[in-house]
């Protein structure tokens, strides 16, 4: 790939503080790249979205930020309350977040990718600010609706276990989990490890982790403002996710206006580096015809 930049820095939502990064083309080596912005899922830093696959987006001419949700990574822990309460915050919370993000970087609006968790919060954003976002790209996630997108039971049992604080005991929590819901045909030890040291070297925090699962799971249903959305939409499912099942991702895809569907076939609920392209490419073109078609557009209807 060509040469790029990179720079980091902190955003504020409240008394919120937020750490992003931010990895573009190099100035001078082609047009204005599109702003890319990408949300995290569930007890997952930004590095989570691993620096092969960003280069990939920077190659197809993108400004790919990413950022630490609030209780995970480098960004501010969030107090708790006891459980049987309301949760501390909610994906509206977050995604205000990513709005202060949007603003520290100088951006007016970008297009939004979120995966799991993340593309909860890409929804919130889209729904509460919709000129902040030119397109949602929504990848292995779900609108809330009940009965849609449901864990296998060994998969949700796996994702309501206490992740160890110990930091070796988190790793191999982390490495028999992932391999319950991993792409079947593209699991790697050495590559969930490695992953997994490289988020524990950033930051992880398995208390801040249940308070983001607090927040998702009192979201409710999103169906009724997903309805009215005006962003480009393009919905990407792993057709051998276990932890959202694949009708999750085809009835966001129904219920958001013009939404596209796409279903990678042998995709599960991770991103190995195998079928990092296959997600990359139709991302990409996605926001390069929403660009060609409106380059200013912060959310232009159906594509």
């Known amino acids: ?10 955003a504020t939502n409240d008394d919120v503080s937020l750490y992003w990064t931010l990895t573009e083309p190099a100035h001078g080596s082609g047009g204005e790249p599109a702003p890319l912005l990408l949300v995290n899922g569930l007890g997952s830093p930004l590095v989570a979205f691993e620096p092969g696959f960003v280069a990939l987006l920077v190659e197809r001419g993108l400004a790919v930020a990413r950022f630490d949700n609030r209780d995970v990574g480098r960004s501010d822990r969030v107090a708790g309350s006891p459980r049987g309460s309301a949760p501390p ?9 990513a709005v202060a993000v949007l603003d520290a970087l100088g951006w007016a609006s970008a297009h939004v990718l979120g995966q799991s968790m993340g593309g909860m919060i890409a929804q919130q954003l889209a729904i509460d600010h919709p000129d902040r976002v030119r397109s949602l790209l929504l990848l292995m ?5 009940r009965g ?5 039971a060994e998969a949700r049992a796996a994702l309501l276990e206490a ?3 110990d930091p070796d005991r988190w ?30 070297d950033h930051g992880v925090d398995p208390a801040g982790a249940v308070r983001q699962y607090r927040a998702v799971a009192a979201s409710g249903s ?5 309805a ?24 966001l895809a129904d219920v958001v206006p013009g939404a596209r569907y796409l279903e990678i076939e042998g995709l599960g609920h991770d991103l190995p580096p195998a079928l990092w392209r296959s997600i990359v490419d139709p991302v990409a073109a996605f926001v390069d015809r929403v660009e060609r078609d409106d380059p200013a557009a912060a959310g232009s209807g159906p594509a």
Request: hydrophobic share 40%; glycine share 10%; aromatic share 4%.
């Open 222 to 226: 999103r169906d009724g403002a997903l």
């Open 89 to 97: 915050y909610g994906l509206a919370d977050m995604a205000a977040d």
């Open 141 to 145: 996630t779900a609108s809330g609706e």
């Open 148 to 152: 849609h997108g449901l864990p296998t």
């Open 1 to 10: 790939m060509g040469p790029t930049s990179s720079r980091s820095g902190r």
């Open 228 to 251: 009215s959305l005006i962003a480009p939409t393009l919905v990407v499912h792993g057709a051998a996710d276990t932890l959202i099942a694949p009708d999750g991702g085809r009835h």
């Open 163 to 165: 992740a160890p604080v």
């Open 171 to 200: 790793l191999a929590h982390r490495v028999a989990t992932e391999a319950i819901w991993a792409s079947p045909d593209h699991w790697s030890e050495e590559w969930v490890r490695a992953k997994g040291r490289a988020m524990l």
